[in-house]
């Protein structure tokens, strides 16, 4: 069964402040995916990444992929209180969707 | 364009009650449909895939059911509801064939009393 890491789990951070959330995930997969979920609401898609070395950018967020490593990135940089919100990675296999348990990013003024 | 709907958005449920939560997509055609749960704070659960009509895998054995009566209809359903089922349940849809990411329905809250 393909596992999904993500960590940390928690993030508290300032802002203005950078810092990234890490991704591992344990099969070979080349389609590697980023959502946020607000409180009490659905997921939004952020990010399709569908190849080694896939970087995207939108905002203050940047995504990449590096298969060979099965390790995928989400940087936040000067991070404002918007972003605060729940971010999950998930990883395609086949039909299935196997997703990450989530980071919880706070943003403090 | 496509889009998904969930009803109820919001349900309150006594312990033992039957459960039937309705997923529709429209705008596309033959899309795998997806049944997840999340726990308060918690990550997603899958619970049953749909790769076409009457076909279902389901992932973890629970009291839980889906049924796909149509081809932009999923159904997920419970004869006897357990406190342990409260959560917030997502339904998702992905294109049939070829690289395609996960679109993800509004939700509904279930709370089990």
């Known amino acids: 069964e393909l596992k999904v890491e993500q960590n940390p789990l928690f993030l508290s951070m300032q802002e203005g402040k950078n810092y990234t959330i890490y991704c591992n995930y344990s099969?070979?997969?080349?389609?590697l995916y980023w959502y946020r979920q607000d409180p009490g609401k659905s997921l939004e898609s952020l990010f399709v990444?569908?190849?080694?070395?896939a970087v995207k950018q939108e905002g203050r967020l940047m995504a990449s992929l590096d298969t060979k490593a099965r390790l995928s990135t989400l940087h936040i940089t000067a991070a404002v209180h918007d972003l605060s919100a729940t971010y999950f990675c998930?990883?395609?296999?086949?039909?299935?969707?196997?997703f990450g348990t989530g980071t919880s990013l706070t943003v403090i003024p | 364009s496509q889009t998904i709907h969930q009803w109820p958005a919001t349900l309150v449920q006594p312990v033992g009650s039957p459960l039937s939560l309705e997923c529709t997509v429209e705008?596309?055609?033959?899309?795998?449909l997806y049944w997840y749960r999340q726990a308060a704070g918690r990550g997603l659960q899958l619970l049953f895939y749909?790769?076409?009509?009457?076909?279902i895998s389901s992932e973890v054995p629970q009291n839980l059911s889906a049924s796909r009566p149509q081809d932009r209809q999923f159904i997920l359903s419970s004869k006897k509801l357990l406190l342990s089922d409260s959560g917030f349940y997502l339904c998702?849809?992905?294109?049939?064939?070829?690289?395609?990411?996960?679109?993800f329905g509004p939700g509904t809250r279930l709370t089990v009393t």
């Open positions: 998702a849809w992905s294109a049939g064939q070829g690289i395609s990411e996960q679109y």
């Open positions: 099969t070979t997969s080349d389609r």
């Open positions: 990444l569908l190849s080694n070395g």
């Open positions: 998930a990883v395609s296999l086949g039909n299935q969707f196997y």
């Open positions: 705008g596309t055609s033959n899309p795998n």
């Open positions: 749909s790769v076409g009509i009457g076909q």
